[in-house]
């Protein structure tokens, strides 16, 4: 029997912004624990959160690079559940009106050119972190990270296997870095994706009961889990067995995935929009500075550094078969002695 | 002279005029205070800090705020660095804040002095004070009768003279109700006219603070310190605060109050009901003129806030876990028998009750039929009162179907009944509008309050209706007998 | 309401109700249901939902760091803390 995978990936960007993307609290990386932290990052009683412009903005600079639409007026909502690392037993997220709705990015495997749409991106609170191994018998709270703005970009089932997921990361993390919209330092897990594989008999419609591995933060992990993830689910259809839906992590010190230990019986967020932020309605004018302010896009980039330098598609292949762009601006810093890439164009 | 039953402006006169030292006063504040402990109306007092305070004003001598050296009692849902914050519940008994809420701050930069966190429905969830951890506060007119809810113990508070004002929270009749059934004055401001910042979230889109006082007058004076734009709040509105004290003696000479046709006031107690009728022959003496208006979809305000409250509170008390703060249980086996049990042992149980009907609200599957739906009844009640303030500056209605019952006489049963106590005060907050409740008489010996509801951001014209009707009667001035306590 | 819907309710809430009073918190979890039921009745067709009486736009804050940690304070009101973390029962995920 010929099989077919159908990939979508939901990226969470990290974005680089000073503060939280409720509070004015620092979102560095690697202060000592729970000092990044405020009253509203601590979801003490009585607090209030209001939402930071800039993660707006980048958030808007991704949308137009992308070539999506802008909802000028978004919601805020919120995520009910219960965890540790989650201070107000609720995530602050975006349901019904996201920032961003559809757009495009354009991967190259074996250099063809291939199209992946984006279903949203809408803009999110991270959690804080657990740390389970540190102290017998408890698990150990660090709010730090608690609070700081993510965009989660939402890709449509569209990725075929994990070469191409990998692109498409890859891709995502230059768009990212170049637009500073993210550091895109996934060792620190500032861009990190959750995969939702399904497998089918070729020439299917209907798609296969999808599993999703959660929390992948490195391209080469991103193919190892993937891969055993599409091996483990044929084994199971070649049995005449039927994949569960469920959550799996990925362990790389055994190079496969597993499901994740979880109590949950009934997984009910109860979205709702959040009563204590106002709708954000970002004007034409708002638009029209952050367009300005725009770096020139990669794709035009590339073309005129084609022209300027001829700079071929054989030469960027052989330094880095992803991102010619990159390659190009690269080489151009070399030449013109410049460092931080975002200001030139 | 005694400080019993004095106003801020009583107050503020004999402080000025020597009479009486800050710290005399303060003095006698707390002293009062321990002598009506029976009546229950603190939770905490905060006494050593309040003596400091009084000391410092009377070295300081700067007296240029109306405010300073007069005492206040806050309720104990707001937020006050250092100081023991419960909201009247086992979950947050020994909760220290380390920050204060904007109002409260406000009215202590003003120079006032928090002696004490006053009593409470648990999180401000009920209608009679009969819900908190910290037992019942009595009626000061009545032992053994609520003194209405939430903000149950500064009423009691100020009713019984022990301070002239406190402050309270109104969700959906939270400071009127009570003002009401203890024969004093509250007001519930605008939705956003004062800063929600510090104040522990029972219904987000519903709750406001404000002032109770024995007097319109008094309550002006909070109101003029405690609204205004805080970059903390950003529901809080970002408009020009009036002075509320200078417009309050305008002569009220065509006023319009509208009397909304769906209250059948003949169902009502029917001297209850001759009271309202009284004090609207006052009305039209001082000048008011009387128009009937329809708001068709007002008798829906009671099952849609009782939606909406429940849903909002259910995700806003998710935060009391037991992790960060507030009650732990002990032994727990893992980290959700931690929440569960520190979540049960810490509510109560009209807590779990709008917890889990909110739960429900929201759960997938009921949330278009039930809180959506009331979010839609919600606009139309708000598009009623609009199309009223067309043709009317006010609206005019009894505070509560009732005056002050018998603890444990309502609810008991079927909490619904003691939901429906909230009939008159419920739709200004679904609304956002302003609304006062001012003493208007007694009914058995039991204060009775009378309610106007003004249009958004209105105030001013709330408390110079008020402050007429009171300076031209004096039910605001009866005081209830304490021989009992 | 059922039973099982009261049971699921209570998870998602993390609540658990006393054995002696399930039955009552059940009947009345019913008449609150009830109430709000009635609403039904109501014609609400095109009609958009009021979540907030203020429609206006949300005031945004300016990308400067302020901090108020107070790291000491935080902990000091955890049942369970050390010196840098808040301490909960194990989890293994």
Same mark, same amino acid.
């Given at each position: 029997?010929?099989?077919?995978?159908?990939?979508?990936?939901?990226?969470?960007?990290?974005?680089?912004?000073?503060?939280?993307?409720?509070?004015?609290?620092?979102?560095?990386?690697?202060?000592?624990?729970?000092?990044?932290?405020?009253?509203?990052?601590?979801?003490?009683?009585?607090?209030?959160?209001?939402?930071?412009?800039?993660?707006?903005?980048?958030?808007?600079?991704?949308?137009?690079?992308?070539?999506?639409?802008?909802?000028?007026?978004?919601?805020?909502?919120?995520?009910?559940?219960?965890?540790?690392?989650?201070?107000?037993?609720?995530?602050?997220?975006?349901?019904?009106?996201?920032?961003?709705?559809?757009?495009?990015?354009?991967?190259?495997?074996?250099?063809?050119?291939?199209?992946?749409?984006?279903?949203?991106?809408?803009?999110?609170?991270?959690?804080?972190?657990?740390?389970?191994?540190?102290?017998?018998?408890?698990?150990?709270?660090?709010?730090?990270?608690?609070?700081?703005?993510?965009?989660?970009?939402?890709?449509?089932?569209?990725?075929?296997?994990?070469?191409?997921?990998?692109?498409?990361?890859?891709?995502?993390?230059?768009?990212?870095?170049?637009?500073?919209?993210?550091?895109?330092?996934?060792?620190?897990?500032?861009?990190?994706?959750?995969?939702?594989?399904?497998?089918?008999?070729?020439?299917? &419609?209907?798609?296969?009961?999808?599993?999703?591995? &959660?929390?992948?933060?490195?391209?080469?992990?991103?193919?190892?889990?993937?891969?055993?993830?599409?091996?483990?689910?044929?084994?199971?259809?070649?049995?005449?067995?039927?994949?569960?839906?469920?959550?799996?992590?990925?362990?790389?010190?055994?190079?496969?995935?597993?499901?994740?230990?979880?109590?949950?019986?009934?997984?009910?967020?109860?979205?709702?929009?959040?009563?204590?932020?106002?709708?954000?309605?970002?004007?034409?004018?708002?638009?029209?500075?952050?367009?300005?302010?725009?770096?020139?896009?990669?794709?035009?980039?590339?073309?005129?550094?084609?022209?300027?330098?001829?700079?071929?598609?054989?030469?960027?292949?052989?330094?880095?078969?992803?991102?010619?762009?990159?390659?190009?601006?690269?080489?151009?810093?070399?030449?013109?002695?410049?460092?931080?890439?975002?200001?030139?164009? | 002279?005694?400080?019993?039953?004095?106003?801020?402006?009583?107050?503020?006169?004999?402080?000025?005029?020597?009479?009486?030292?800050?710290?005399?006063?303060?003095?006698?504040?707390?002293?009062?205070?321990?002598?009506?402990?029976?009546?229950?109306?603190?939770?905490?007092?905060?006494?050593?800090?309040?003596?400091?305070?009084?000391?410092?004003?009377?070295?300081?001598?700067?007296?240029?705020?109306?405010?300073?050296?007069?005492?206040?009692?806050?309720?104990?849902?707001?937020?006050?660095?250092?100081?023991?914050?419960?909201?009247?519940?086992?979950?947050?008994?020994? /909760?220290?804040?380390?920050?204060?809420?904007?109002?409260?701050?406000?009215?202590?930069?003003?120079?006032?002095?928090?002696?004490?966190?006053?009593?409470?429905?648990?999180?401000?969830?009920?209608?009679?004070?009969?819900?908190?951890?910290?037992?019942?506060?009595?009626?000061?007119?009545?032992?053994?009768?609520?003194?209405?809810?939430?903000?149950?113990?500064?009423?009691?508070?100020?009713?019984?003279?022990?301070?002239?004002? *406190?402050?309270?929270?109104?969700?959906?009749?939270?400071?009127?109700?009570?003002?009401?059934?203890?024969?004093?004055?509250?007001?519930?401001?605008? !939705?956003?006219?004062?800063?929600?910042?510090?104040?522990?979230?029972?219904?987000?889109?519903?709750?406001?603070?404000?002032?109770?006082?024995?007097?319109?007058?008094?309550?002006?004076?909070?109101?003029?310190?405690?609204?205004?734009?805080?970059?903390?709040?950003?529901?809080?509105?970002?408009?020009?605060?009036?002075?509320?004290? =200078?417009?309050?003696?305008?002569?009220?000479?065509?006023?319009?109050?509208?009397?909304?046709?769906?209250?059948?006031?003949?169902?009502?107690?029917?001297?209850?009901?001759?009271?309202? =009728?009284?004090?609207?022959?006052?009305?039209?003496?001082?000048?008011?003129?009387?128009? =009937?208006?329809?708001?068709?979809?007002?008798? *829906?305000?009671?099952?849609?806030?009782?939606?909406?409250?429940?849903?909002?509170?259910? $995700?806003?008390? $998710?935060?009391?876990?037991?992790?960060?703060?507030?009650?732990?249980? =002990?032994?727990?086996?893992?980290?959700?028998?931690?929440?569960?049990? $520190?979540?049960?042992?810490?509510?109560?149980?009209?807590?779990?009750?709008?917890?889990?009907?909110?739960?429900?609200?929201?759960?997938?599957? !009921?949330?278009?039929? !039930?809180?959506?739906? *009331?979010?839609?009844?919600?606009?139309?009640?708000?598009?009623?009162?609009?199309?009223? /303030?067309?043709?009317?500056?006010?609206?005019?209605?009894?505070?509560?179907?009732?005056?002050?019952?018998? /603890?444990?006489?309502?609810?008991?049963?079927?909490?619904?009944?003691?939901?429906?106590?909230?009939?008159?005060?419920? $739709?200004?907050?679904?609304?956002?509008?302003?609304?006062?409740?001012?003493?208007?008489?007694?009914?058995?010996?039991?204060?009775?309050?009378?309610?106007?509801?003004?249009?958004?951001?209105?105030?001013?014209?709330?408390?110079?209706?008020?402050?007429?009707?009171?300076?031209?009667?004096?039910?605001?001035?009866?005081?209830?007998?304490?021989?009992?306590? | 309401?059922?039973?099982?819907? +009261?049971?699921?309710?209570?998870?998602?809430?993390?609540?658990?109700?006393?054995?002696?009073?399930?039955?009552?918190?059940?009947?009345?979890?019913?008449?609150?249901?009830?109430?709000?039921?009635?609403?039904?009745?109501?014609?609400?067709?095109?009609?958009?939902?009021?979540?907030?009486?203020?429609?206006?736009?949300?005031?945004?804050?300016?990308?400067?760091?302020?901090?108020?940690?107070?790291?000491?304070?935080?902990?000091?009101?955890?049942?369970?803390?050390?010196?840098?973390?808040?301490?909960?029962?194990? +989890? +293994?995920?």
């Amino acid at each position: 029997m010929s099989w077919e995978t159908v990939i979508g990936l939901e990226t969470h960007v990290q974005l680089s912004t000073k503060t939280k993307l409720f509070s004015r609290a620092s979102t560095a990386f690697g202060a000592s624990p729970n000092t990044n932290v405020n009253l509203i990052d601590c979801g003490l009683p009585g607090v209030l959160p209001s939402v930071n412009k800039e993660a707006f903005y980048k958030a808007i600079r991704f949308g137009m690079a992308v070539g999506a639409q802008i909802n000028q007026t978004s919601i805020f909502d919120r995520k009910n559940y219960f965890y540790a690392d989650l201070p107000k037993g609720y995530q602050i997220t975006q349901m019904d009106l996201p920032i961003v709705i559809g757009g495009s990015i354009e991967i190259i495997i074996d250099e063809l050119t291939k199209t992946i749409n984006i279903t949203r991106a809408h803009l999110e609170e991270d959690a804080g972190k657990s740390i389970h191994d540190e102290f017998e018998g408890f698990s150990a709270i660090d709010l730090n990270r608690a609070g700081t703005p993510l965009l989660e970009i939402v890709s449509e089932p569209e990725i075929s296997n994990a070469k191409e997921a990998v692109a498409y990361m890859k891709a995502m993390h230059q768009l990212v870095t170049f637009l500073d919209v993210s550091d895109g330092n996934m060792a620190q897990g500032s861009l990190r994706c959750d995969a939702n594989v399904s497998i089918r008999k070729k020439g299917d &419609k209907e798609l296969g009961t999808r599993t999703e591995i &959660k929390n992948i933060n490195s391209f080469k992990f991103i193919e190892k889990a993937i891969n055993f993830e599409i091996k483990r689910q044929i084994k199971i259809l070649e049995n005449g067995e039927k994949v569960v839906q469920e959550t799996r992590l990925y362990d790389s010190s055994k190079d496969e995935t597993r499901p994740m230990r979880s109590k949950e019986f009934a997984n009910d967020y109860r979205y709702f929009p959040e009563p204590d932020l106002l709708p954000v309605i970002i004007s034409d004018e708002e638009i029209q500075k952050i367009r300005d302010e725009f770096p020139e896009l990669p794709k035009e980039k590339e073309i005129r550094y084609q022209q300027e330098y001829g700079l071929t598609a054989m030469m960027r292949k052989s330094l880095h078969p992803l991102s010619p762009w990159l390659i190009s601006l690269k080489l151009l810093y070399k030449k013109r002695k410049i460092t931080p890439f975002y200001q030139i164009g | 002279m005694s400080i019993q039953f004095k106003s801020i402006a009583d107050l503020r006169e004999m402080l000025d005029d020597k009479s009486i030292s800050a710290s005399e006063l303060i003095q006698e504040s707390l002293e009062l205070a321990k002598k009506y402990k029976e009546l229950n109306c603190f939770v905490t007092m905060n006494e050593e800090f309040s003596v400091k305070k009084a000391n410092a004003i009377d070295v300081n001598k700067k007296t240029s705020s109306r405010l300073s050296g007069i005492p206040l009692a806050q309720k104990d849902l707001f937020c006050t660095e250092g100081l023991r914050t419960t909201c009247s519940s086992k979950i947050l008994s020994n /909760f220290i804040p380390p920050y204060t809420a904007t109002a409260v701050k406000k009215l202590e930069d003003a120079g006032s002095i928090t002696i004490g966190k006053t009593n409470m429905d648990e999180f401000a969830m009920g209608s009679s004070n009969e819900t908190s951890f910290f037992g019942n506060v009595h009626n000061p007119w009545k032992k053994g009768y609520v003194p209405g809810g939430s903000s149950g113990g500064s009423a009691a508070a100020v009713a019984a003279g022990i301070v002239p004002a *406190a402050t309270g929270t109104d969700t959906g009749g939270s400071i009127r109700q009570p003002a009401a059934h203890c024969g004093i004055t509250g007001l519930k401001p605008t !939705y956003g006219r004062i800063s929600r910042w510090g104040m522990i979230a029972f219904a987000s889109s519903l709750d406001q603070a404000g002032p109770l006082a024995r007097t319109a007058e008094d309550c002006a004076i909070l109101l003029n310190t405690m609204s205004g734009h805080d970059a903390k709040d950003t529901t809080s509105l970002n408009s020009n605060v009036p002075d509320f004290l =200078e417009n309050i003696n305008q002569p009220i000479d065509g006023l319009k109050i509208g009397l909304i046709k769906e209250f059948n006031l003949s169902d009502l107690d029917s001297q209850v009901q001759a009271r309202f =009728e009284e004090s609207k022959k006052a009305y039209e003496k001082l000048g008011a003129q009387f128009i =009937e208006v329809s708001l068709p979809n007002i008798s *829906a305000s009671v099952p849609t806030y009782y939606s909406i409250a429940p849903a909002e509170c259910s $995700s806003n008390l $998710s935060r009391f876990d037991g992790v960060r703060f507030g009650h732990r249980a =002990e032994s727990t086996d893992d980290l959700n028998d931690l929440y569960i049990k $520190s979540r049960s042992e810490g509510f109560g149980d009209e807590v779990k009750r709008r917890i889990l009907i909110g739960t429900y609200a929201l759960s997938a599957g !009921y949330y278009d039929a !039930y809180y959506k739906k *009331a979010q839609q009844v919600r606009r139309l009640i708000k598009n009623d009162f609009d199309n009223a /303030f067309q043709s009317v500056d006010a609206l005019m209605t009894p505070t509560s179907p009732n005056t002050a019952f018998k /603890f444990g006489s309502k609810g008991t049963q079927n909490p619904v009944e003691l939901y429906l106590e909230d009939l008159f005060t419920i $739709s200004s907050n679904l609304a956002g509008l302003p609304a006062i409740s001012i003493p208007h008489g007694q009914v058995n010996s039991l204060p009775v309050g009378l309610q106007l509801i003004g249009n958004f951001l209105r105030e001013d014209q709330l408390l110079n209706a008020a402050h007429i009707f009171q300076k031209n009667s004096d039910y605001h001035l009866a005081k209830p007998n304490l021989g009992d306590f | 309401m059922d039973q099982e819907t +009261v049971r699921t309710i209570c998870y998602l809430a993390r609540l658990e109700i006393d054995e002696n009073k399930s039955e009552k918190i059940q009947k009345d979890l019913e008449t609150i249901i009830d109430l709000i039921g009635s609403l039904q009745t109501i014609d609400t067709s095109d009609v958009e939902p009021l979540y907030s009486p203020l429609e206006m736009t949300a005031l945004m804050h300016e990308d400067i760091e302020k901090s108020d940690n107070k790291k000491e304070k935080f902990l000091e009101n955890a049942a369970a803390s050390n010196e840098d973390y808040f301490l909960v029962p194990r +989890v +293994v995920e």
